[in-house]
């Protein structure tokens, strides 16, 4: 069965950086897009960044850009997010998601995407 497994969320200070991975097992990895979504307690979620198959086009949100960098490694089928100057409102569940990359390919709308993992927490506070 498809499944991608996040890990190392914590708790931080701002300013801090963290860097997060997912885990891509029962399917394909290098033929699907990647992105990373999160979402805060009362909020919708938000999609965060995205990665083409072979990782040379990618996309973000405006709060995020320059501070957050995606990466995928396809020979490890691992996908990261670095986040570095994390900001309070950067607390949030961060989910990894995937979709074959004939359907999307930069996407950040959460609906067109139909694999998901359980998220890993991050929390940015002082």
């Known amino acids: 069965q498809a499944a991608v497994v996040e890990s190392g969320g914590g708790l931080v200070q701002p300013g801090e950086s963290l860097t997060l991975s997912c885990t891509a097992s029962g399917f394909t990895f290098r033929d699907y897009t990647m992105a990373w979504f999160r979402q805060a307690p009362g909020m919708d979620r938000e999609g965060v960044a995205s990665?083409?198959?072979?990782?040379?086009?990618?996309s973000y949100r405006d709060s995020v850009q320059g501070r957050f960098t995606i990466s995928r490694d396809n020979g490890k089928d691992i996908l990261y997010l670095q986040m570095d100057s994390l900001k309070p409102e950067d607390t949030a569940m961060y989910y990894c998601?995937?979709?074959?990359?004939?359907?999307?390919?930069?996407?950040?709308?959460?609906?067109?995407?139909?694999?998901w993992g359980q998220g890993t927490q991050v929390t940015v506070t002082s």
């Open positions: 998601a995937a979709r074959r990359h004939y359907v999307v390919q930069r996407s950040l709308r959460a609906s067109d995407y139909n694999i």
């Open positions: 990665i083409n198959w072979s990782g040379d086009l990618t």
